[in-house]
């Protein structure tokens, strides 16, 4: 079951779509510890919901394809973890929708298939379409030397390990992959290997390899976890990692196991950069 | 590349290095050629034409050299117990 969750419902009341979005929203706090972020009052309440976002991970509910709550969470910089579109939903499940205003039948059974998606082994939710909250828009800081620039994004979600690897956390999934040192040091990377999904994978272990023409390396997971995905372009497109390791480039995602204690042996930014500095002037 | 810290331990205090097991090496000298780190060293006049000279070279939780040797004749301390026990000296120097 989908827990701890901001979930924030387009609850359009003119549309039948937003009163689906709204109603799966009560019912997954019903049966979850998650808290509702009226749409209406955070226009006006800012700070009433802004710690609530900081610490949940943010589920984005647009009633139709105007995607009006998807817009007030990029409006407020909110971070959207997971989304779902009731429209999209509804064409999946051969469900039409009508102009009612009141949920008949149809629309409660529709409701019941979303939320019991949400009800699958680690609110994977299955049945239900997911698109991935990790926006990276990540601010970097760069450092050259000679014609090499080597980037580290600043952001305080960004973990790295000492093997050159990071992991960008939201809730209680993480984004992996390696840092420019390490894809500057390849050079063209040409070939990788991605970890299987479904794999529990403890912090150090390798989570994939990439290798060039010059090397190969392990990409040293700085998380424990059960990979749920992985980035699939790269298989046929691992050059992405040379492009920015960061964005196009990450190699999977990981839902955490015991993130707490992994963070006991992870760095921020400021320390990674100078930490690569150092490695970067030899 | 050689740090002399790791997470903040000292790296000479971390057991991490490649062990050749010379009953299975067949001396094809992949692994010499495939670490940038020099932890090796080909001593061709030596009856042991290979040793792992520069332990602390070898970058912690690496195992790559491991997947490029055929006969499998190289393995590593385990990883999870090396990760508990960097914690621990962690914990020992912020007490000391």
Redesign the interface.
């Known amino acids: 079951m989908v827990e701890n969750y901001a979930i924030l419902p387009c609850n359009g009341l003119d549309k039948c779509a937003g009163v689906i979005s709204g109603e799966i929203a009560v019912k997954l706090c019903e049966s979850g510890k998650n808290t509702i972020i009226c749409p209406v009052f955070s226009k006006i309440a800012d700070a009433k919901y802004r710690k609530i976002t900081d610490e949940h991970p943010l589920l984005v509910i647009d009633g139709c394809a105007t995607r009006c709550a998807s817009k007030i969470a990029a409006e407020k910089n909110y971070r959207i973890f997971r989304k779902i579109t009731v429209t999209e939903e509804a064409k999946r499940h051969h469900i039409e929708l009508k102009d009612n205003l009141r949920l008949l039948e149809d629309d409660n059974s529709l409701v019941e298939i979303i939320v019991d998606g949400f009800s699958d082994a680690g609110g994977m939710a299955a049945g239900v379409s997911e698109e991935s909250g990790f926006s990276f828009e990540f601010e970097y800081e760069t450092f050259q030397k000679d014609k090499f620039i080597f980037r580290v994004p600043r952001n305080t979600s960004v973990y790295f390990n000492e093997n050159d690897c990071w992991a960008y956390v939201i809730g209680n999934r993480a984004r992996i992959g390696v840092t420019d040192f390490v894809q500057q040091n390849l050079s063209d990377i040409l070939y990788f290997i991605p970890p299987e999904i479904g794999a529990i994978i403890s912090q150090f272990d390798a989570a994939g390899e990439i290798e060039s023409s010059k090397a190969l390396v392990d990409i040293i997971s700085p998380v424990s976890g059960m990979v749920v995905s992985i980035n699939e372009m790269l298989v046929q497109k691992p050059e992405l990692i040379n492009e920015n390791p960061y964005e196009s480039g990450w190699i999977a995602e990981l839902e955490l196991t015991d993130f707490e204690s992994d963070k006991e042996l992870l760095i921020g930014f400021d320390k990674y950069f100078e930490l690569m500095k150092k490695k970067v002037e030899g | 590349?050689s740090?002399t810290t790791?997470?903040g331990v000292e790296r000479d205090k971390i057991d991490w290095k490649p062990a050749i097991d010379y009953g299975k090496c067949n001396f094809c000298m992949e692994c010499v050629k495939?670490c940038?780190h020099k932890v090796f060293e080909v001593n061709e006049n030596d009856e042991i034409r290979l040793i792992v000279r520069n332990p602390n070279n070898c970058?912690?939780?690496?195992?790559?050299c491991s997947?490029?040797c055929g006969p499998d004749a190289i393995t590593f301390p385990d990883?999870?117990a090396t990760?508990q026990k960097?914690?621990e000296m962690?914990k020992e120097g912020n007490n000391g």
């Open positions: 590349m740090e790791f997470m495939f940038p970058v912690v939780f690496c195992r790559a997947k490029t990883k999870n990760t960097i914690k962690r």
